[in-house]
Each structure stands twice: as C-alpha cells, then as structure tokens.
C-alpha cells in the first residue's frame, strides 16, 4: 500500500476481502456462539473496509493521483488495521476461553 501511495506504481495487493488468507478463513467457517458471532461479525466490516481503501488506492494510481491523493488513505488504512488487529486479538481470545470452558462455538 505504502509502496503505491510512495511511487504512484500500481503493485500487487489483494483488494477482494474474500480471497485473502483471513477472508479465506473468515467465510469459510461459521460461528454459532453468540458472543463469538458478534465479534466475527465487527471484525468483517472492518475487514471489508480495509480492502476497500485497497480499491480506491488502486483507482487513484491508474489515473495518476496516487502520490498527490493517496497519503490522505495512509492514517485511515493505519487506524482500520489497528482496529482490525485489536478485533482479532478479542475475538481469539474470547475463542480460547469458551473453549477451555468446552462451549461449543463453531
């Protein structure tokens, strides 16, 4: 991201929330915990966004912006990352304490 926003040169960067290593696992296993549904479901919007400022980052290079317009993106992509981080660690953690209580949560 940083290397486009840097150079304006469009490089390789999954923009599809479905195809990238969490997307893969994210759909392809279903929560049924309440509280773990929840949190999975945050942690998809977040994840969602974060692809998508991928998108508009793209769009902007293509039509030669990406230098000019593409730092404003760098703090938002920075804070949803954060965010997305922090979900992941909650939603792990909530995950390995109903399973050490042996609740059923998948």
């Not at 915990?33 to 994840?47: A, D, F, I, M």
């Not at 949803?80 to 939603?91: I, N, Q």
Request: hydrophobic share 35%; proline share 4%.
């Amino acid at each position: 991201f940083k290397n486009i926003v840097d150079t304006g040169k469009i490089s390789i960067i999954q923009t599809n929330h479905r195809r990238c290593t969490l997307g893969h696992m994210h759909y392809s296993i279903k929560p049924i915990h309440p509280e773990v549904k929840k949190l999975w479901e945050e942690l998809e919007n977040n994840h969602k966004t974060f692809h998508e400022y991928g998108v508009q980052l793209i769009n902007l290079a293509q039509n030669g912006r990406a230098v000019t317009e593409g730092p404003a993106l760098v703090p938002k992509v920075e804070k949803c990352l954060a965010e997305l981080e922090s979900e992941e660690k909650r939603l792990v953690e909530l995950i390995q304490s109903l399973s050490a209580q042996g609740v059923r949560i998948f």
